[in-house]
């Protein structure tokens, strides 16, 4: 079993993953290292910062440097020079997100890169063939990742061959540490998302992963289909709900069960100058904080806050320094390891409700928009 649930408080699980390259407490949230890298860091930060699993992205990879490349290297750890653990995805979203040109068959899906238009064509076993080359602890299956305005019939014909493909990526044989996670999908219809999770529980997977949410859909209708999503799923198995990444979202997702979650949206706030605190997001552009001598955050223990002030890291955005985006994705990654930690120790001392109601009051009460 890779997942072993320690605590559960209500419907929130704490717990321990156990994966190729080192164990992770589980809620966990997960940086993105979309094409090798996570955007203005490199892998000794994440170490501090205290990650155990980033994510790689196959179809960015398998465009550029191409996976002969990393190959050569022994795979995506190597080349990286990171020694924890690697999720990658299977690169299924970005064709669907990404490109102009796309046309799908029950085969695979033939496509143009987004760069510069060369073609190209991803199948089941070809995405999976690729994370196995790549050598990431977990390996996500090549879904379709339909749009939220779908039609139900779309919807339907879509996760059928999501779940046919599913069933063509288990096939794959992977190496001994690797482990691979199914996708459920299902658009936005409750019974579809149950059929879905049903049906891909029976292919037999290490790790179920709910796909397809926060796509534009809106807050309640994201949060239904998760509810939909998550219930037919084995209480055994760790949960992922792909692409969610905002602190009210991920207490939403912990409450009803979710143990992995992750997202840009940490580190590309970060370079637009807007930061996590406990009391809501900062506008770090804000003229307000022109002479402003205080930290991002008074409270936040992490090596920008320990040293220096908003006047100055709003004088490095202003004149376009590039350390400052630096400096932003450390304290934004710093907070989203120890929100996760808190979040972790809530559920461990059977206060994870209480935990959110507060997090949230604090949180929302003086938002972005109101400074
Ligand atoms: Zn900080």
């Known amino acids: 079993m890779i997942h072993r649930i320690l605590n559960k ?21 997960m940086p993105c290292g979309t094409r090798g890298v996570v955007k203005s860091l490199d892998v000794d930060d994440l170490k501090k910062l205290g990650y155990d699993i980033i994510l790689g992205n196959t179809y960015h990879l398998f465009l550029k440097p191409g996976i002969e490349v990393i190959n050569e290297f022994g795979g995506l750890h190597e080349f ?8 990658t995805d299977s690169g299924g979203y970005q064709i669907f997100s990404l490109m102009k040109f796309r046309k799908i068959v029950e085969e695979g899906i033939n496509f143009s890169s987004h760069i510069d238009g ?23 299956c090549f879904d379709e990742c339909p749009p939220h305005t779908y039609t139900k019939k779309e919807s339907e014909l879509s996760l059928k061959r999501t779940l046919r493909w599913g ?3 288990k096939s794959v044989q992977l190496k ?10 299902g658009g936005m219809f409750g019974d579809l998302r149950e059929f879905s999770a049903t049906d891909t529980v029976e292919t037999g997977f290490d790790g179920y992963a709910i796909g397809g949410l926060s796509v534009g859909e809106g807050k309640e209708v994201m949060y239904e289909m998760l509810e939909y999503s998550l219930k037919n799923l084995p209480v ?15 207490l939403e997702g912990v409450g009803m069960g979710v143990d992995m979650f992750d997202c840009v ?7 637009h100058g807007l930061l996590y605190t406990y009391n809501g997001k900062l506008n770090i552009k804000n003229l307000k904080f022109e002479r402003d001598k205080n930290p991002i955050d008074p409270n936040c223990k992490c090596p920008v806050c320990q040293k220096y002030s908003r006047a100055f890291l709003r004088h490095l955005f202003k004149v376009g320094e590039h350390t400052v985006s630096r ?13 996760m930690r808190n979040i972790r120790k809530a559920i461990k001392m059977n206060c994870f409700n209480e935990f959110k109601s507060s997090f949230l009051s604090s949180f929302c009460s003086n938002s972005v928009n109101k400074t």
């Open 176 to 185: 001994e540490h690797q482990r691979m996670f199914g996708i459920v999908q």
């Open 80 to 87: 990286i020079s990171w020694d924890r653990n690697l999720l």
């Open 327 to 339: 400096l932003l994705t450390l304290h934004n990654l710093y907070f989203m390891n120890d929100f």
């Open 265 to 271: 949206m940490p580190t590309r706030i970060a370079r």
């Open 167 to 169: 069933k063509r990526c």
């Open 236 to 250: 055994d198995k760790p949960r992922y709900l792909m692409g969610v990444g905002d602190p009210i979202d991920i």
């Open 9 to 29: 408080d209500d419907s929130a699980r704490y717990g321990l993953l156990k994966l190729g390259h080192c164990e992770a407490e589980t809620p966990v949230f």
């Open 118 to 140: 060369s073609k190209h064509f991803m199948s089941p076993e070809i995405a999976i063939e690729a994370q196995r080359d790549l050598g990431s602890d977990i390996v996500m």
